[in-house]
Nanobody, 120 residues
Framework: QVQLVESGGGLVQAGGSLRLSCAAS????????MGWYRQAPGKQRELVAT???????NYADSVKGRFTISRDNASKTVYLQMNSLKPEDTAVYYC??????????????WGQGTQVTVSS
């Protein structure tokens, strides 16, 4: 099992910055992709950004150029630096991680979420 604990959410004015952190614990030795997703009220959960174990990154078009994802493999922590925040970035942000089961499939894990609110 993998446990994911997020921190760093909060209230910020439009144009401001926040940094989210997510620390993984438990069976972490073979974690593959780590990432961030978000869910706004009344909307489906959506991808924000992911980072592979080798450092390859993927971003939603809506955050490209504003958000940066990074990870520290030694501490099993993933970060999301969010700059130039907009009110439409308001959502609960969830950390996600996966690791192979050994049978060709992946275990998938979620954190409990951290609220990000951007005021206009």
């Amino acid at each position: 099992q993998v446990q994911l604990v997020e921190s760093g959410g909060g209230l910020v004015q439009a144009g401001g910055s926040l940094r989210l952190s997510c620390a993984a614990s438990g069976t972490t030795f073979n974690i593959n992709t780590m990432g961030w997703y978000r869910q706004a009220p009344g909307k489906q959960r959506e991808l924000v950004a992911t980072v592979g174990s080798g450092g390859s990154t993927n971003y939603a078009d809506s955050v490209k150029g504003r958000f940066t994802i990074s990870r520290d493999n030694a501490s099993k922590t993933v970060y999301l630096q969010m700059n130039s925040l907009k009110p439409e970035d308001t959502a609960v942000y969830y950390c996600n991680a996966d690791r192979p089961t050994g049978w060709g499939t992946m275990y998938n894990y979620w954190g409990q979420g951290t609220q990000v609110t951007v005021s206009s």
